[in-house]
């Protein structure tokens, strides 16, 4: 009785209300903070897709390789050499959504042949796959996976791949391996893989997380780091010196073509469009 007495009296009263408010500003203190953090992750998003269509156009992998050395990133984020595209001409930037791939630890159960096709829904079933990566795409992105020395998997080939292009995503990069590579290649589906692969997915491998930092071909990738692939192989571009190497890889490429041009006049030769010195200036006219 005297307990509820004290909580009734006004100076009890007042104590709580004074603390409340003191919880209420620090909740506050977080939460400011939080929210412009997050606000700045959503610019920062928004900016890796405005920036990759300007990657996208003009740039060659080497061009953005030397731009990352003048910043100071250079052989940091070169992705292994063994990591190659499955086709030559293939040729993408975009921003990083991120796949972590592990291996598993137990077996995919036998299946009748009523049940051969089920497979991969099955292993959906025994949680197989823990996220989901669908949600996370949009137009222009690149998917890039680690799948942590995993052993021989095809984790992509000819149709789910196909789906992606069919999605809007701009390429698919892996330290694993792709499978009906002929399909593949003949569909001009982007994918950048390790190497080929036969086996499917179930009773291998388990997608554990999206959308988290990641190491792929020895180098990290974060989502809505810029990552670009063609013939020489693949880059990643980390999204706060994306608008510097932007501006430096842009002038190299068009000093490099301006300067190809000569020798193809001097050779005689017709100029084709890697040399089209003049649109390359003119679209990157703001940088130069």
């Known amino acids: 009785m005297r307990e509820t007495k004290e909580l009734q009296s006004p100076s009890s009263r007042r104590d709580f209300l004074r603390r409340s408010a003191l919880a209420a500003a620090a909740a506050a203190q977080v939460a400011a903070p939080a929210s412009a953090e997050a606000r700045s992750q959503a610019a920062a998003g928004a900016n890796s897709y405005a920036l990759a269509v300007r ?62 096709l089920k ?9 197989g796959w823990h996220a989901d990566v669908n949600k996370h795409l949009e137009p222009g992105c690149v998917i890039v996976m680690s799948t942590s020395d995993a052993p021989e998997c095809g984790y992509w080939g000819s149709n789910n791949s196909l789906d992606m292009m069919s999605r809007g995503v701009a390429g698919i990069v892996t330290d694993g391996n792709c499978r009906d590579t002929d399909e593949v290649i003949m569909q001009k589906c982007n994918v950048a893989c390790r190497g080929i692969g036969r086996t499917i997915i179930p009773g291998r491998v388990e997608l554990v997380d999206v959308q988290t930092p990641i190491g792929c071909g020895g180098v990290m990738v974060r989502p809505g780091d810029i990552v670009g692939c063609d013939w020489d192989g693949c880059i990643v571009v980390p999204i706060e010196v994306a608008e510097d190497v932007l501006a430096i890889a842009a002038r190299i490429a068009v000093d490099d073509k301006k300067a190809r041009r000569r020798l193809y006049d001097r050779l005689g030769r017709k100029p084709d469009e890697s040399v089209d010195w003049e649109s390359a200036a003119a679209y990157y006219k703001d940088l130069l």
């Open 55 to 116: 990657f996208n156009k003009y740039l060659r992998v080497t061009d953005v390789t030397d731009g990352l050395d003048a910043v100071g990133r250079a052989d940091l984020t070169l992705m292994d050499a063994g990591i190659r595209p499955l086709w030559m001409g293939m040729r993408f930037f975009g921003p990083a959504v991120t796949m972590r791939v592990v291996p598993t630890n137990r077996r995919m159960p036998p299946v009748s042949r009523a049940d051969a």
């Open 119 to 127: 497979q991969h829904s099955i292993w959906s079933t025994m949680g």
